[in-house]
């Protein structure tokens, strides 16, 4: 299941991100999203995860202080018709 990190600075380290998302499960991909505001990267981290434990993470994680700025997450819905 993939999420989607903002609030995020430009200094991030995606090393360390991954590492530090690896906690929730294994990450299968971390990808750093450059376009738009560069003050203001997004990742989307590919978690081996269920959906359940992706809501749950995003909530957990949603909302903390990291690297001097505040996280938000969110489950990045899959497109489709998985309905």
């Given at each position: 299941?993939?999420?989607?990190?903002?609030?995020?600075?430009?200094?991030?380290d995606p090393g360390q991100l991954?590492?530090?998302?690896?906690?929730?499960?294994?990450?299968l991909g971390l990808e750093p999203v450059l376009e738009g505001?560069?003050?203001r990267p997004w990742?989307?981290?590919?978690?081996?995860?269920?959906?359940?434990?992706?809501?749950?993470?995003?909530r957990r994680i949603d909302g903390?202080?990291?690297n001097?700025?505040?996280?938000h997450a969110t489950v990045m819905l899959p497109m489709g018709g998985d309905s």
């Open positions: 299941m993939k999420l989607i990190l903002s609030g995020l600075g430009p200094e991030t991954s590492e530090r998302m690896s906690r929730f499960g294994p990450v505001d560069p003050d990742f989307i981290v590919d978690l081996d995860i269920p959906p359940t434990a992706a809501t749950a993470v995003a903390i202080y990291f001097g700025r505040f996280l």
